[in-house]
């Protein structure tokens, strides 16, 4: 069980992003609702949520089961969110070099259910952000609203 769990020890999550095509696009790419489940380094309890994760091309585009297994790749170890949802972003970033991308993890810890303060169903939302957005057509918040199907 436990090589299965984390089986993403010593892994790249950018490996996972292995069929990359050329396409000249440059509207975004959106996957909402992704499910994973991860371990939480400090307690070995599991941690798990959804995630959103977008992206605009730059002349190149993945297969988008591939963005999702990037994202299970770096969950399969012991992690923190804030880590794991830059090293999926990074991961987007460094193997498809589009204009942007953002990546949004929302999770229920049950570190922080079952024990301590006991508050069960309290998610924690953590946010990656990378590339330039600064020539106006997309910019952060436009590209957050984007993945919470808000535009």
Same mark, same amino acid.
């Given at each position: 069980?436990?090589?299965?769990?984390?089986?993403?020890?010593?892994?790249d !999550?950018?490996?996972?992003i292995?069929?990359v095509?050329?396409?000249e696009?440059?509207?975004?790419?959106?996957?909402?609702?992704?499910?994973?489940y991860?371990m939480?380094e400090?307690?070995l309890? !599991?941690?798990?949520?959804?995630?959103?994760?977008a992206?605009v091309?730059?002349?190149?585009?993945a297969?988008?089961?591939?963005?999702?297994?990037?994202l299970d790749?770096?969950?399969?170890r012991?992690?923190v969110?804030e880590r794991l949802t830059g090293q999926v972003?990074d991961?987007?970033?460094s193997?498809l070099?589009p204009?942007?991308?953002?990546?949004?993890l929302s999770?229920?810890h049950l570190?922080?259910?079952?024990?301590g303060v006991?508050?069960p169903?309290?998610r924690m939302v953590?946010t990656?952000?990378?590339?330039?957005?600064?020539?106006?057509r997309?910019?952060?918040?436009?590209?957050?609203?984007?993945m919470?199907?808000?535009a």
């Amino acid at each position: 069980m436990y090589q299965e769990l984390f089986s993403g020890v010593g892994v790249d !999550p950018q490996e996972a992003i292995d069929a990359v095509f050329d396409e000249e696009s440059a509207d975004p790419v959106i996957l909402r609702n992704v499910p994973f489940y991860s371990m939480c380094e400090h307690h070995l309890l !599991p941690f798990f949520g959804s995630a959103s994760l977008a992206y605009v091309p730059n002349g190149r585009i993945a297969g988008i089961s591939k963005l999702s297994r990037a994202l299970d790749l770096a969950c399969r170890r012991p992690q923190v969110q804030e880590r794991l949802t830059g090293q999926v972003a990074d991961a987007i970033f460094s193997a498809l070099e589009p204009q942007g991308v953002v990546v949004e993890l929302s999770a229920e810890h049950l570190c922080m259910a079952m024990r301590g303060v006991q508050k069960p169903g309290i998610r924690m939302v953590t946010t990656a952000v990378r590339g330039d957005f600064a020539d106006g057509r997309w910019d952060r918040d436009s590209l957050l609203n984007l993945m919470r199907g808000e535009a």
